[in-house]
């Protein structure tokens, strides 16, 4: 398939991929995020499809599929937030205590609003790095940017976190 044939389908082949998504995970947020790695993915392969049939077929089974590993890393996530609130490093049978957890999900929230401040590509970077587990050569070639770049990016958005964190915790 060519390019001109992908961009033709392209909005309609999103919008399908958009929905399906959502049926399955339930979120407006999620299912935009989904169908852009769906439709990255599939630009990727753009030159191996044979017509619209073809590519309307894969893009539901990737977008099956990249639900499917977002519902799994929210139940790793929510695992992980889960341990957080149990006390990790504190003796069995711990949990935290109200003070702790409220003092948790503000951190989370302050972290979260400073991501938000971030440039969308170095965010982008950094989600696709930190909570999707890419590599760096996997995120070059699904942005279409080199390698050095997506390291640039990661780099700077690491820092203006840090920067932040450590203002954060002189106050």
């Not at 972290?111 to 971030?118: A, C, G």
């Not at 440039?119 to 390698?147: D, F, H, K, T, Y």
Request: a positive charge; proline letters at 2%.
């Amino acid at each position: 398939m060519t390019q001109s044939e992908f961009e033709a389908i392209a909005l309609q082949l999103r919008k399908k991929v958009r929905a399906t998504i959502v049926r399955m995970l339930s979120s407006a947020d999620a299912a935009d995020d989904a169908a852009s790695d769906v439709m990255l993915r599939l630009w990727a392969l753009h030159d191996q499809l044979n017509d619209d049939s073809h590519a309307f077929k894969l893009a539901l089974v990737i977008a099956r599929n990249v639900s499917i590993d977002m519902a799994r890393r929210q139940k790793r996530s929510y695992a992980l937030f889960a341990d957080a609130e149990k006390g990790v490093g504190q003796p069995a049978g711990r949990w935290a205590s109200p003070s702790e957890n409220m003092e948790l999900e503000e951190e989370e929230r302050w972290l979260v609003q400073r991501m938000k401040k971030l440039p969308p590509r170095e965010l982008q970077v950094l989600r696709m790095r930190q909570m999707e587990m890419r590599s760096n050569e996997e995120i070059a070639r699904l942005l279409g940017i080199g390698e050095a770049s997506v390291c640039v990016m990661l780099s700077a958005a690491r820092k203006k976190l840090f920067n932040d964190i450590k203002r954060r915790n002189r106050q």
